[in-house]
Nanobody, 122 residues
């Protein structure tokens, strides 16, 4: 079993910054992609940013140039630096990881964190 624990959410004024962290623990052989998703009230969960084990990144158009995703493979951790925050960034942010549990199986499993609230006031 794998647990993802997020931290770093909170309340910030528009134009401010926050840094989200997510650490994975448990039975982990390797982690492929790690990412951040968000869900605002009344909306579907959407991809914010994703990073592969090799460091390739992809961002939602709405956050390009403002958010930066990074990871520490040795720590099984992923981060999201959020700058120039806007009220429309308000949402619960979820960490996601595609985890391979053992060396003898190529099977991977998708895990989610519990979510951390980000609120941006105008």
């Amino acid at each position: 079993q794998v647990q993802l624990v997020e931290s770093g959410g909170g309340l910030v004024q528009a134009g401010g910054s926050l840094r989200l962290s997510c650490a994975a623990s448990g039975i982990i052989f390797s982690i492929n992609a790690m990412g951040w998703y968000r869900q605002a009230p009344g909306k579907q969960r959407e991809l914010v940013a994703v990073i592969t084990s090799g460091g390739s990144t992809n961002y939602a158009d709405s956050v390009k140039g403002r958010f930066t995703i990074s990871r520490d493979n040795a720590e099984n951790a992923v981060y999201l630096q959020m700058n120039s925050l806007k009220p429309e960034d308000t949402a619960v942010y979820y960490c996601n990881a595609d985890v391979r549990g053992s060396s003898w199986s190529r099977a991977t499993y998708d895990y989610w964190g519990q979510g951390t609230q980000v609120t941006v006031s105008s």
